[in-house]
Structure formats: C-alpha cells, structure tokens
C-alpha cells in the first residue's frame, strides 16, 4: 500500500510532485470503499490490527454478502457478527473456506492463525451453560484475532466450589473476561479473586426483574471489585476485542 | 374551495345571504370527510401544505383503503407511513401510479415533482448501514414533500473519517437530519460541526442496553451540541416533515 | 486574524514559508485558548454565529470567572447559563455592563443588539406560569443571538380559549417554541395549529408521575402533531439556539 | 335467592332454627361455585350489578368454558374480555345467542338489553382510528351493562377542529371516556371543556418512546385538567365499567 | 354578566350592531383578565362550577399574591393548593378571611358553605396516618366545592378487620377516594367491596422500592377491582375534584 | 380479655343474653383504639406475636407520641421504626426506660426480654462497613421480638476469603439474613453456601447506577442460589420480622 | 461415598498415606462431573437436601438430555424447570418413569415420595386462575423435595370474601405462598392475616402497566404486612424452594 | 511476614508442627484485622498490589479514622475515596504527611513514589471542565498506584477539533480513560481513534433527561466503537484500578 501519511504528502507538496488542491483531497479524503449505503474503512486493519467487523443485524442479506466480498478480496481473516445462517448458505460457493459458528452467530473468514500475543492467554469465564453462547461470541472474536483462549464454563457462585476447582485457570491467564447473567454475581468474585483486568459481560439469561440482562448489567457496574470493566447486554465481541487490545499492550 | 373564512361568513350573515343558524354550524364545522372511524381532515393540505398523512399502523386494511381512496379523489401527491406490503396489493389496481418503497414502508402516490423549495438541500446522514430504513423514511417524505434531498450514509464516529470524507457535503445542505442509533454519538458531533439546522432521529438499532432506541435517543437529547431538535424513535417521517417546514422559511 | 485555512497552509508550503513539520502543526492545532481545565474555543464564534456558550453548572467560581474575562477580552456579547448568582458578584467590578437575570439564570453581556434575523419573530409559548423561567431562558438566549421574540406565556390547554385567544400572535411567527411541563398537550395542539417549526421544551413543571420533566418529554417526542422536534427537559438554552439557527436560514 | 344476610341468619339462631355451628358456617362462607381452578363469585351480580367478567387471557379454553358455561345457566347477560376467536367457535354451538366483538375481543351473551341508566349518554371519544379496538371494549362493556354509549372517533388533537367539530355531542354527555395513545393529549383538552366527569384510557397505540402505552398513561396521570381519573393501558373495559358506575349513582 | 353566546353575536351582527371585525374579535377572544405571567379564566367559575384553582408550586411569591387579589375580587369561594405558608401571610391582611390548613397547603376562602350536592356523601379513606396530608387534600377540595366528606382514616390492609370496622361508613357513600401508598392494595381490597364509583389516590409514602409512589400509582393501575380511576401521586386535589363533579352527575 | 370468638357471640345470641342487633356490632368491629388519624390494632399482639409496630416516617410528632404512649399503656415491650430522636426526647420523661439506637432508629421498650425462640440464633450478615444500619435494624427487631442473633459484619465478597473465616458463624444459624448494596452478589454466595432459610435485604449503598439501592434489589431477586427470599430496599425491619416468623416455626 | 472432609484428609496427610500435593488437591477440588460446558455439582444433594435442579432454559436439548441422564444415574428423585415438552420426548424411552407436568413445565422423576418434612403443610395461594401454571411450579417443587402442599386458588381480593371462604385452610399451614399478578394485593391481605411466614410470587399476568409482572413486584416489596419475602416474578420453583427449608426448619 | 500458603501449612502438618485441627483454622482462616464493624483486608496489598481502598461515604466518621490509623500502622501508601473534609481534619495530626484532594475527595498518605508501570502512560481525558474532578479521582487513583497520568481536559465533540489538537497525547498513551457526562459521545470517538485499551466513566454533570449519568452511562455502553469498558457513573476510582491494573500486564 503506498505511503499515504501527512509528513508524505507534503513532501510531495514541496517538492512539487502533488498540487495543493491535490494534496487537500488527500489530506481530507482517507481511503475507503463506497458500497451500496455502506462505506467499507479499509485503513481500520492497520489502524487497529483488525479489518472492520460487520455487525450484520439490520442489515440486509445483500449489504452483508458485498461487504464480505469486498473484505475477502483485501484480507486473509475477517469476521462478522450476529449473522443469520442464509448469509453462510449465499456465501459458501464464492468463499469455500468461510465458516459458520452456530452457537456465536459469527460468520468468519481465518486463513492466519498466527498467535500475535504469543502465550498469552485470555480466560473466557462463564456463570452458567446458558451463557456460553455470548462467550463463545467472544472466544472465538479473541482467537480470530490471534490470542489463545482458555474457556471455563459454567462456574457459577450457587455452587462456589465450581469456580475454586478451576481458579488456577482462571488466575493464570493474563486478561479474564466474566460472562454471566440473573445476577450476575460471578463478576465480582472473580473480580476480588484476580489481579489481571477483568471484563464483565452481562447476557440476557434470566426472567422476570432480569429485564434481559438490564440487572446483570447493573450488578457489575456496582461491583464492589474494583477494576471491572463492563461492556454491553450480550456483547461478547466487545469483550473479546477489549481482551485482545488489552492483551496487545506491552 | 369557496371562500369559507370567518369574515366570508360573517359578511353573509350581514348580507342576509346566510342564517344566524347557518353561519354558526359553518363556524363550528370546518370542513371534513367522515369515513368509517375516521374522520379525514380536508383543511390540512392548504393549512399545512401537504395532505394528512396516513398513519397505517394499527389501522385495519379496509380502514386504509378507504382513507387512500378518498385520498386519491382529492389530491396529486399523498402518502402513507409504517405501510404494509398488502396494502399496495389492494390498491394498485384502483391507483395504477401508485407506488410502495419497501425500504422505507412508504406507500404514496407523486403526480406532483415539483421542488416547492428551490435548490436548497436536506442532508439526510446514518451512523451506519442499518439506519437506512428511517433514514429513507425521511428522505422520501421530504422529497413526497418539494424538497431536494442529499443521501450521506454510514458515516458513524467509529471511524470518524468517513464523517470528515463527507463534510461538505453535510455542510453545505440547508438542513441536516442525523440518523442514529446505538449511542447516536453522530448527532452532537455534526451538531457541533454545521451552522444550520440540526434534527436527530434515533433509532432503534443495536441491542441490550440500546433498550430499542431509547439510549440514542437520551444521548441526543443531551447532545452537548446545542441546537439539536429531536424526533421520537424511528420517527423518519417526523424528521422529514420538520425538514420541510423549515426549508419552507424564508 | 491570519489566514489559516488548509488552502494559505499548503500554499505556504509549496512556497518554502512552512516548514513541512511547522505546516502540519498548525493543520492539526486549530487556535483556541487554554485556559486552567478549560478550552475556550476561538472559532466558535465564526463558525455558529456566536461565541462559546458557559454552561456554569459543574463549574467552580473560579473557573466561570476565569471564562467570563476571557470572553469579555474578545467579543461584545456573550453569555453564560445556569449561572448562580454570586458569578454575576464577582464580575460586575471588572465587567461593569455584564448582566444577570434571575429569572432565567443567565448572565450575559449585550454590547450588540442589532437584529440580525430582521423582522423574524420568535414566538416563545407557555402552558402555565411555572413555565416562564424556562421560556425566559429560550427567549433572552434568542434576543441576544439578533433575533425578535414574542412572549405567549399561560395557555395552556386546560382551558383551550386562552389558546385561541392568542393564535395570531403565535401562528405570525417564524418559528415557534412551545414550553411546557406536567403532561406536555399544548405542543400537540399548537403543532397541529401552525404551519412553521415548532420545538418544543419540556420543564420539570409538575410532581408525583410528571418525574421532574420526564412525561412532558416523552408526551412530545410522541406528539400525533408531525414535525415537532424536541430539546432536553428545561433546555431553553437549546431552544433558543436551534430557534436562532432556524431564523437564520434563508 | 334465598336471604343470606347476616341479620336473617342470626335471627334463625336465636330462632333455634340453624345450629351455632352451621351458622358460623353461613357466616363465613358467601355462595360461590367451586369450578377446577377457578372460584365463580354468585354474588357479585347483587353486589355490584353485573355477574363477574371473565378476563379471559391466561386461562385456558377449557378454564374459559367451563366457566362460560356455569354463567350462562344463572344469567342472562355476562361477558368476557380478551376473548380468543376460539372460544366462540368452541361454544356457539352449545350458548346459541353468544356473540363475538372482533374488534374489542369480547365475548358475550346480551338477553336483557334494558337501559338501566336511561337516557343517560356515556360518550366515548378517541384520539385516532388505531385507538377504535379499546373504544370498542369500553363501549360494549357499558352497553352490556345497560348504558346508552354515543361514539365519536378520530378527532386527535393535531387538527383540533375535529374536535370542536363534534364538541357537543361530548358536552351532552353524562360521562365522558377518552381513548388515546401517543402522547395522549386529547384527555387534557376534553377534561378543559366538559364539566362532567372523564375517564382516561391510555392506549399502547405509537411506537418508540411511546413504550406501549407508558407515555400516554403518564401524560394523562398528570393532566392539567384537574379531575380526570385514568384506568390502565388499553384498559376499556375498566373505563367502561367505571363509567356505568358513575351513571348508575343517583 | 353580559351575553357572550355565539347566537347573540351573530345576532347583533345581523342587525348591524356589531361590526364583523369587532365580532369576529368577540368570538375568538373569550373574556379572561391578563396578569404579569398569567392568565386568569373568568369562565372557568361558570364552566367548571368552581372557580380556577391556583397551583402555587413553581410560581413565585409575587405571582401568587396577584392571582389571590383578582380572585378575591370576583369570588366568594376560592383556593389555591401546594401553597406556602409565607402566601397566608402575605395575603391575611388584605384579606382577613383568607385560611391556610397546614395539612394539605391548600391557602382558600370560603364564603359560601352551601352544599351544592345535598347528602351526597364523599368518603375519603386513607391505607395509614402518614397518608393524611393527601388526604386532607382531596377531602377539603371537595367541602370547598360543596360537597359533604366524610372521613375514613388508616385502616389499611395489613390489620384488615379496621376496614370491615368502618365498611358501612364506606359503603354508604356516594363516591369514594381512597389514598393509600406503599402497596397500595387497600384500592383494590375497597374496590371489591363497594358499587359505588372510586377514585384511587396514590401516595409516596413508603421508602426504597415504593419509588416516591410509583408502586402504589401502578399498583392501582392494575387493580383487579375493576372500574376503579387512578390519579397522579399524592393529587389529593384532582381527586376531590373528580369526586365533586361525580357527585354533582344527576 | 374477655372472649370475643364467634362461637361465644353466637352462643350469647342463642342464650338470649345478646341482641341480634348488638351480636352484629360485635361480629364487625374486633377492638381497637381510635387515637387522632391512627387506629390503634389491639388484636396484633395476640393474633402476631408482637404489638403493631409504629412506622414513625410520614408520621408528625403528636401522632408519634400519642401513639407511643397508648402502647405503653397496654405492653412490656414495643417498638418503632425510622424514628427521628426529638421523638425520644419527647418520651423520655414519660417512658423512663425508653430507648433509642442511634443506628438503627429504633425507639423501643424491652421489659420482657426472655428469648421465645430459645437457642436457635439469626444470623445477620453484612457486604460491607456501610450496611450496618440496615443490619441493627433488622437484628434489634429480632432481638425484641425475642430472638438470639449473631452479627457477622463486613464480609462482602470482593475478598471472599472473609466470608469463609465466617462462615461457621453463618452455616450454625437458624435463619440467615443477608444485607448488602450495591451489586448485592453476597446474597446469591451465601444462598449457595447454607442450607437455612436466607432473607435477603438491598441496601442504598452505592451511587451513580446503584440506583439507591435498585441494583442490589434486583441482583437479590435475580439471585442464582433458588430459594432466597428479598425485602424491601433497606427494610431491615422487615428482614428482622420474618427471620422471628421463620423462627417460630416448629 | 468416601469421606472428604478436610479433617479427613488432613488426618491421611499426617498419616502419610497422603502426600501434600494430592491433598492439596482434594481440599481444592471438591467432586463434580464436568458434561459437555455443564459443571454437575455432586455435593449439592447432600449439602441442600436435593439434588441440583436443571434450568432448562437457554440449555440446548442436547445439553438437557445430557444432564437429565446424568442425574438419573445417582439419584431417584430429580427435575428440572422451565423444561420443553420436547425433552420429555427425547427422554421417556431411556428413563421410563420420568413425567412431565405441562402447566409448570416441570420436568421430574419422582421414586422417593417420603414426606420428609412430616405433616406440616405449604400452602399455596392464587390471587386468580391465570397465576396456576406458577403456583403449581411451586406446588410440585415442594412436593417433590417431601412436602405436603395444599392448593388455595383464585382467591384474590377483588371479591375478598373468596379469601375468608378459605381462611382456615391458609392459616392452618406451617408456610404460606401467595402468587398473584396485576397489583398483587392478595400478599399485603394474607400477609396480614397468618402468623406463618409468607413467601410472596409476583405473576406476570397482567397487561398495560402490569409490566409482565414489575408491577406486582414491586407492590409485594412494599407490602404494609411486614415479614413477607419475596422472590423473581414467575419464580414457582424459588418459592417451593424456599417454602420447603423453611418446613425442614425444627 | 511469615509463609501462609497451603504447601507450608500442609508440611508443617506432615512434620507434626502442626496439629490437625490447628491447620484447619489456618487454612480456614486468611489474616485479616477485625476492627468495629469492618474487616481489614491484609492480604489485599500482596494480592491486588494495593492496600485495601478505603470507600468513605456511608461509613461514620470513627470508622473511617480507625480503619486509616490501622493502614498507617502497615502501609506506605493508601487512600480512601468519597472522603470529607473532617476526615482529613480528624488524621491529620495523627498522620501528618496525610493529603486531602478537594477536587477528587481523595484523602491518601503516599510515601512511596515509585513508578511501578514506569514510562506506561495513562491519558485521562474529559469532555468538558465539569468532569474533571472524576477525572481527577481517576487520574490520582492511578498516580498513587504508581502510574504516569497524561491529563487532556475539556476536548468534548461540540468543537471536535479541540480533540485532534490534543490527540497524539492520546494515542500515545498506553491506556486511555474517557470521563464524559451528558450523551458521552466523546468515548466513542476517541475509541474510534485509538488502539489501546479505553476505559469509559460516565459522569452525572447534566440536567433532565441526563437522568445523573445514566444517558452517558447507557451511551458508552452502546459505543459502535467496539472494545471499550464502562464502569459506574462518576466511578473515577474504578477507572483508574482498572488502569493500573491493565498497565501492569506484560
């Protein structure tokens, strides 16, 4: 890709190679592709390690299947999230190596499977069997962004030996992420229980005064463990993505 | 139309030409057409420039038909929102011109293409792809309406670039509407960057705590860019119309 | 002031005048001035027509004052919100033309009255006279930015003729901003009424169910009245500024 | 029926004529028929008027039945609300007089169709077509009930004419019920106008922040019409009911 | 009181003794006297039977005085609620008459004790002594209207007997107010025991999740007594008032 | 006292030694005192275990006193909650052994203080330093009621391994009452760890999205250990109560 | 089963039949089966006198029929809650005697049917017919962990003497649940009224403002009858839960 | 301080230094101090790098000054947050070096200054000057526990380039913390800006529908900006443990 910083294109400026109102459209105008009402940022991948991820709910079914063209022609691993299984079905002949995970919904593309945080890993920690959809959402987000994941499931504090039996797994891993729902009491044990950051990700599994996922979410805001950080109602990309940055800090 | 002002009747009673009796019952009754259950207000294309707009949600079928019938014996061009797809089935064969706008769900009828105001433009701006629907929602009202209407989709502040890419075109348009939803930053950052008019639509995009709208919709309220007017959720047709009001200042 | 649009820069540039590194300094440093915890922005004035704007709450003393003499440095009118009273104290030895309304809580220095907006009026409405610190807040904001402004306060919809008693004056306006609290009625009904824009400004006028501002605020957002657009509970502030905007279209 | 009082009961104690014990019995035990789940209140047609109303949903269609049937052996008019079309289908055949209302989903049987409150009018008024199903509920309940209902539908206040275009056949009534969702804004202007009593019923007819209902329940709660009771969201046949009762007082 | 009907108008009208222009004037501008902020309804008294109620919150001292003045001028009986005690002290010289009752702040004067609604008792029944205030509030609006009250205090639910003590209180009346917080399940418990029309009041006494009344407003929303209307928290006042105009249905 | 049964009514009616008129009377009204706004439950001490306790918010000073002094009229050992401490200077005199816990607010007189409940202790546990208040409420209540308790403070789960210090002074209890604010994930760890009854009390201790207490009440409710009964926001009193209930159960 | 309490396996180290890091593991790692992302606590059934009760929701089918085999293996009694009829399907030929209740949606192999809690009775209250499926979800959970459970149903308060019709019943038993939608008053009534603790359900039957169930919430909360608990909206198994270690309390 | 761990305890069992049950206690038992109502958590500085923080509001004024005499006996640098200003008062002849920030109300003692994340910078970023003193908490937090802190304040999106002016300072920092009130649009931005953790802190500063940080709370936590953490409003402490803690992995 060619060199499209400032300090380039004024150099071009001076030496007379690029004309001002030239340079002031580069200056203003980054790359991107322009689909049909989507704009695809193709200085993302280098800006933050990671192409662009489409969220795929409201969108249409031809809006997801272009942008995945257009990523699979610029990039060996991407990712979508939320996607209904049609898009896998109308994508499969023209991308033979894209994959479909059910429980996540993520629609993915991972021709690199290069461990760029090395050995580090990131324990993906869940209350309950219910919630290992939204962890699996966020294991995978990690993996496809090249950390090694280590999953313990189902942990939950009703029965609090559960989670001692495997707290050496979780206490060993360099980020923890926390996914639980009701209540969501798990976040703020482990949070008193680890030193390494830990990211709390309420699910909407629960009924009645759970308001889907609304008091899980409320409960780990008011951790008392300080240092939780908390991300939407069942968004275990976002906390995949926060542990693979937080896992890239060195 | 006869001249039915309040001085027009008060002179015809002086004139003798008009009964106390009558006068006061044309005093009282503007004039209107009473369907089944409803009553179709035949005043407001000249009070307020356009046809009463047909709300479709929660009305019956043969509710709709009925006011769309009368509709099309009356005026050029005319429209209904949140319209179902049957609803152009039952109708295209009566009102062979009419059209229905999947995207949008408008259902309207455009004898009439003249720009009412001019060159001036309306930006019609989405944080993402999937506020296309209200967006166009907007958009066609005011273009159903004599406006001019530029489209500046998928530019949220994720990639704040893509924003900057289409500045000018954002700032050079008479009137701005701001479609968002998830945490509908977009609309205090444009609300901070053009001198006109600013309405934010939120949408009901994202999910969990997104709470179907509601968060972008407190967000925009509290926009910290002063002079943003704001819409209900999803309420496209609203913005359209505001648009189209102010446009119609001068 | 020097000229320091992207265009002199690169000019400046081609011609040897800037260094490559000097150029890009100033191409990302837009002038402003830093003050102790605060920016004041510079350009704010040329780009909206009016210099920054003080929201005082939240603000120390020393920091409100601190922004009052640097704005009284550099503009003829000016303004800040929700300012206590003890601000206007400590300025008027320095700032002997600086003013304070009770009322509406703003302090503000008017060196400038001209009409900027011509004969535009903007009619200010309310529902009841517990709403008049709010209106006052929306039209003292719209006089000092250049604008006429009509007072239509207590007419509410709890006894409709009051209303209609004062249509003219309100349906003469440019534009019109409806102030009201408990349930809000009177922005439906004047938005049905007139064929201009109308914002509307929920207050905190109310008890028990009205939660401090918050019926009236959704009661509007879902006004069957199209095309009124909404600011924050007891943002006159924000009216009177978008009122201002809108005035200034042409 | 025979006497059941207290005093009646006593006197056959003293009489000799009814044990101690099984007085004690009498006393404490109002007839009422014990069907599979569901306790039938007899007394209640003597007691408040109306023999019970079945509220249909949540039961099932063998609940519904059975007491369907155990009402039609004792009375000659009764009604349940929220009706599934499948209930009708289920007992046409053995309660030949039963109707169905599509619209407001009642069920019923109408063999006495005396106006009990005479020429006394219950007007029942809504803000839009949409709002017609829960008018419906309100105005068959109180006809059931023996009450003459005047309906005027579709006369919202964003063309406030309609309103007044229909004023005195709402001022003419002895209770007046007003049917609205969105903002809910016509239950203030009525309760302004009329001097009889108004019944507020809010209806989740809107979308958005409309939030089903909330926002037309909260905007009539605080009306600034003093004296306007309101019953729950969609609640037509509380609405209904309650007007009987005010018209039934005397 | 001149005649200001529309048939007298046009009749003067047609005989030439009015000019259109002035007649027009006359129909749009109903007669009602403008003070500094406010507009007080000279037509409420004939409307609505009872002259326009101040609500003292939010309006200042200087306001309220005003209002009491024009007030006095006119009328015999008048009140204003949620007032200050400063009002009556403000107000006892110029008007020595004028009563403050500390419970519910209602500032009146009452010079006309005749009971417009003849033994039509009003019960006004309170859940606890804490709810009193409320109350009070309604209780003294509707003896100010011309009713006659009668009082029914804490007998709530949780000790059930003082409720069946005083029932023959309660069920004689001809409309009953109940107030009650917390819970407020004595609303139901009532609701279920008389045929007469009730007014439910809620309160916010109670602490934590009663949420300043919000429990006891939804709580009685939802009743399972049905035909029981439901006004604003702690709206003592509006409950009165609806009371009073049920009272005087005939 | 003498016996007011039914069966010794209806036997005096037999005898002739009592009027129907009179058994009726007696039949309805159980005794009570009527004190000023208050009616004093007699019947509760008996029927409950524990005179009516006194609910001292939202109550003035005089209904306070008067009825404190009704209850030590009649009692050994009684009590109120929320008092404010002028109420005790108020009794002091009167009431010598009177007293009130500053924490707590309670105001109380124990003359008895044999524990009916013999050995088996309330456990009552705190999260945090902050949650006393509630906690002393809840345990003096018990206390009074005549029960052993056991504190077992500051042990929330942000350092869990405080919690398993204590955990034989928790296991060993009879009933557990657990009281915590902000995220109240204690609740959910002992829940899971004791085979006891568990009472779970939220707190208002937190801030920002505790929601004054809110958050604990839902995670309570939400709890993922079944079995866990919740009381109101800081209702401490509550919790006391039904531990004693539980208590007395054998 | 062995012994595995710490002082055995301490006794072992001291022994030397242990050596320190087994033991080391032992004390970490109490005994559980690890199935397929589901931990199965194997100490629950002795620790909580029931095996560990499946939450069916959320779960696959696979995941279901996993643990439902798993626990058939080591106990005779067991359920799971929430269930779909199709995992009964999926499970009657491998474990014959299994049942399925369709109203509670319980999921159970009932072998031991000893009452183990004697002859102290659960009872079990509903306010109408449409909280059965909830309360027979309570019903059969306490059944099958050994308790005698009397049914109470459609006793609400709208016709309060349904209630008194059945008060013996009610205040015969050792433990009472009241489960009851809308408003929820029936818990404040009965709680008023027994001397037993009260275990209150909210239902989500409802409509309107009953917010599926928030409503009646948060009037039980609130509830005027201290000493009522209260668990999750809907949760029949938390209560039965609850009910039966307070009956296993002596 | 002597070996605790598990292994050293189980030798000294196995060497029969230890008695069995004196081992259980040990193991049973972590060090702590027991102080009035609070537990001292000594492990908590080897554990989590920082001694125990203490959280001031809620706990009176002994407890706090007990609690910092005993860190101060143990502990080089310590804090508490939501201090008062009497606290400092109350230590500070006590604990001379003790420093209290009015701004941030954090009262500490740091004697150690050490740089333990050496030059890891931590930029913390504000939207406007009201937020600063959560910021402030945040950043102070994070210098105490041996961080360098970068402070860019007042960059809000109303005049975004404000933001690019100072955006090397941020994207140069190894941790990034948003404090922003009203709609906290600025999280979004800046996440879409930079690649390295950003942690989010809602602040209350606004007025009406601002809901005292809730709207920015619920708009981070719906950034599009994928990867960042929120934690509770005005939770500046969290942000900053969050921090450290992030900037000590590697």
Do not use: W
Not at 109 to 137: C, H, L, M
Not at 161 to 173: G, K, P, W
Not at 195 to 204: C, D, E, L, N, W
Request: net charge negative.
């Amino acid at each position: 890709m060619k060199d499209e910083s400032i300090e380039a294109i004024l150099a071009a400026v001076k030496a007379g190679d690029l004309s001002i109102e030239a340079a002031k459209q580069q200056l203003m105008m980054p790359k991107e592709i322009h689909l049909e009402g989507a704009v695809l940022d193709l200085q993302r991948a280098s800006r933050q390690g990671f192409p662009e991820v489409v969220y795929c709910e409201g969108k249409t079914d031809e809006q997801c299947v272009t942008i995945f063209k257009a990523l699979n022609e610029r990039y060996d691993t991407f990712m979508g999230t939320r996607a209904r299984p049609v898009l896998y079905e109308l994508l499969k002949d023209e991308i033979p190596d894209i994959r479909y995970d059910e429980s996540s919904r993520i629609l993915y593309v991972q021709r690199n499977t290069r461990n760029v945080n090395g050995d580090r890993v990131i324990a993906v920690v869940t209350a309950g069997t219910s919630d290992i959809p939204v962890a699996e959402e966020a294991a995978l987000t990690a993996e496809l962004m090249g950390n090694m994941v280590r999953r313990v499931y189902d942990v939950g504090v009703a029965g609090i030996h559960r989670l001692f039996n495997r707290l050496d797994d979780i206490t060993s891993a360099n980020v923890v992420i926390v996914v639980a729902g009701m209540e969501g009491a798990l976040a703020s044990v482990v949070g008193g229980l680890v030193t390494k950051p830990v990211i709390a990700v309420p699910t909407s599994v629960g009924y009645g005064a759970s308001f889907k996922g609304m008091t899980a979410l409320l409960a780990m805001l008011n951790s008392c463990a300080a240092g939780v950080g908390v991300v939407n109602i069942d968004n275990g990309f976002g906390a995949g993505r926060m542990a693979h940055v937080i896992n890239s800090c060195r």
